[in-house]
């Protein structure tokens, strides 16, 4: 079982429309969790970060996390075109710094 | 511009050479991580390292590659004879802290390519 796992993708979303992307990780310990966007050929930018049960608002961005399923979930409300790119959720490991990553979801938005 | 620096952005090595990738973190961050992106797959972690020190090495690979943190300067992550496999894109991190709070801010990379 991968430590964190997204579903590849693409999803495909028409313009104005809420993007769902999901997320699961196997450390029941983790405590941190994070949402970076990745643009082709770019670095991954930072954009959500969640640390307790429930909802994070951010603008267009929502962050959901929930520990007992240890899952964690990124809304986009009225997607544009900007916001195809490839989303990468991390999960922070605790014992030395590091992030462990997914292998991303590719999200598509049609005008 | 106070957001972590990489240089070179893309390089360029024949097989057995050496590759130098250097990254100076933001400002006030004191901790350095590096990632590799293999095409087509995800971020893997590599190294994890403060000024002079080395805090976890877990994802490097145990011959060719080495990394430092110096005093002065910036970070290093040197590959000694590289492969064809070595292609990737190479990213540093940093951050202020390394506790569960702490958020990691990238640089813009370093593309190897190695012919």
């Known amino acids: 079982q991968k430590e964190v796992e997204q579903n590849s993708g693409p999803l495909s979303v028409p313009e104005g429309a809420i993007a769902s992307l999901n997320c699961t990780y196997s450390d029941r310990g983790s405590q941190s969790f994070f949402w970076y966007r990745q643009y082709s050929g770019k670095s991954p930018e930072l954009i959500m970060s969640i640390y307790s049960n429930g909802d994070k608002e951010d603008g267009r961005f929502t962050a959901q996390l929930n520990k007992a399923s240890q899952y964690v979930s990124l809304l986009i409300r009225d997607s544009q075109p900007s916001d195809s790119a490839t989303y990468l959720c991390?999960?922070?490991?605790?014992?030395?710094?590091?992030?462990?990553f997914g292998q991303g979801t590719t999200l598509q938005v049609k005008p | 511009n106070a957001g972590v620096m990489q240089n070179p952005r893309h390089l360029v090595r024949r097989r057995g050479q050496e590759a130098r990738l250097r990254c100076s973190p933001m400002?006030?961050?004191?901790?350095v991580y590096w990632y590799r992106q293999l095409p087509e797959e995800g971020l893997k972690f590599m190294v994890y390292l403060q000024k002079e020190n080395i805090i976890d090495e877990s994802g490097m690979p145990k011959e060719r590659f080495s990394a430092e943190f110096p005093k002065e300067g910036p970070s290093i992550l040197r590959i000694q004879q590289v492969v064809r496999g070595d292609s990737a894109a190479y990213f540093c991190?940093?951050?202020?802290?390394?506790?569960?709070?702490?958020?990691?801010?990238f640089g813009p990379g370093t593309r190897l390519t190695v012919l």
């Open positions: 991190a940093s951050s202020p802290q390394a506790q569960q709070v702490t958020e990691q801010f």
């Open positions: 400002k006030g961050h004191s901790h």
């Open positions: 991390a999960v922070f490991s605790g014992n030395t710094g590091k992030l462990i």
